[in-house]
């Protein structure tokens, strides 16, 4: 069978084949706003990796239905109601999985990336938002990436989200400029919003250990998870950074498609 998994944020859409021992190469595309031109523009990005298709699995930066549908998505606001899965099933003649995207990136590192071999994966991805998921012995924990369980999580103590203090479209929007031209000072004075939400995290799931991803979690134009490491100090579920890059959705949708 022939399985094709992807991957769809705020900004990019990655596509790649499932392989005998990963994925294929990738397939990266921009993600257009309007959802039905972002369809297109997948099925086209599918039909490039493999004109042969079985069954296609993928995650959105959204809260997803059990039906595929898009329920909502803060950084793709025109997404919502969109029946996702039912449109690429009818334009590939394929079985479709859409899951909200940071679940499928925490599946990835808890079955093949930087949380393997632990039972208890917490995952908190950083880029264009903030995404995260909770995985039980390689199973996603339904209602992990949305909801009270979510919110509980990502909700300070002042009451602004880590969506809001550090997610890359609202810091863009809060400095007026590119997240890759903001000084290292600006990364600094967000360490401690960040390291609040892992301790809601850590004191909320009682993970085996804490996984974060995302593309600003990096030495250079973002969170440097070593300094993290330092100041979280001795007692506390290990932390460490995600070890599957951008691919970890992927391999996720991977993970999920050999179940």
Same mark, same amino acid.
């Given at each position: 069978? %022939?399985?094709?998994?992807?991957?769809?944020?705020? %900004?990019?859409?990655?596509?790649?084949?499932?392989?005998?021992?990963?994925?294929?190469?990738?397939? +990266?595309?921009?993600?257009?706003?309007?959802?039905?031109?972002?369809?297109?523009?997948?099925?086209?990005? *599918?039909?490039?990796?493999?004109?042969?298709?079985?069954?296609?699995?993928?995650?959105?930066?959204?809260?997803?239905?059990?039906?595929? @549908?898009? *329920?909502?998505?803060?950084?793709?606001?025109?997404?919502?109601?969109?029946?996702?899965?039912?449109?690429? %099933?009818?334009?590939?003649?394929?079985?479709?999985?859409? +899951?909200?995207?940071?679940?499928?990136?925490?599946?990835?590192? &808890?079955?093949?990336? &930087?949380?393997?071999?632990?039972?208890?994966?917490?995952?908190?991805?950083?880029?264009?938002? *903030?995404?995260?998921?909770?995985?039980?012995?390689?199973?996603?924990?339904?209602?992990?990436?949305?909801?009270?369980?979510?919110?509980?999580?990502?909700?300070?103590?002042?009451?602004?989200?880590?969506?809001?203090?550090?997610?890359?479209? @609202?810091?863009?929007?809060?400095?007026?400029?590119?997240?890759?031209?903001?000084?290292?000072?600006?990364?600094?004075?967000?360490?401690?919003?960040?390291?609040?939400?892992?301790?809601?995290?850590?004191?909320?799931?009682?993970?085996?250990?804490? *996984?974060?991803?995302?593309?600003?979690?990096?030495?250079?134009?973002?969170?440097?998870?070593?300094?993290?490491?330092?100041?979280?100090?001795?007692?506390?579920?290990?932390?460490?950074?995600?070890?599957?890059?951008?691919?970890?959705?992927?391999?996720?949708?991977?993970?999920?498609?050999?179940?």
């Amino acid at each position: 069978m %022939t399985h094709i998994v992807f991957d769809i944020g705020g %900004t990019h859409m990655r596509v790649a084949a499932v392989t005998g021992d990963g994925i294929g190469p990738v397939s +990266r595309v921009h993600t257009p706003q309007d959802p039905e031109e972002a369809m297109h523009a997948l099925v086209d990005a *599918v039909r490039s990796v493999s004109i042969d298709v079985d069954s296609v699995i993928g995650g959105v930066a959204a809260i997803v239905a059990e039906d595929g @549908s898009i *329920v909502f998505s803060t950084n793709l606001p025109e997404w919502g109601g969109y029946a996702l899965a039912a449109k690429l %099933t009818l334009a590939l003649a394929a079985h479709v999985t859409i +899951r909200n995207d940071a679940e499928l990136a925490g599946l990835g590192e &808890a079955v093949y990336g &930087a949380g393997k071999g632990y039972g208890s994966v917490a995952y908190l991805g950083i880029g264009s938002g *903030v995404g995260t998921s909770r995985i039980i012995d390689g199973n996603i924990e339904p209602h992990s990436s949305d909801g009270s369980m979510r919110y509980g999580i990502i909700t300070l103590q002042d009451g602004r989200t880590l969506e809001e203090c550090i997610g890359g479209k @609202s810091l863009e929007t809060r400095y007026g400029n590119k997240l890759e031209a903001l000084p290292a000072s600006v990364w600094k004075e967000l360490t401690p919003l960040l390291l609040e939400g892992i301790q809601n995290m850590a004191s909320s799931w009682n993970p085996d250990v804490i *996984v974060l991803g995302g593309s600003l979690v990096n030495e250079k134009t973002g969170f440097n998870i070593d300094e993290l490491i330092r100041l979280r100090g001795d007692n506390a579920p290990p932390l460490f950074r995600a070890s599957l890059g951008d691919s970890s959705g992927l391999y996720g949708a991977k993970a999920l498609a050999e179940q």
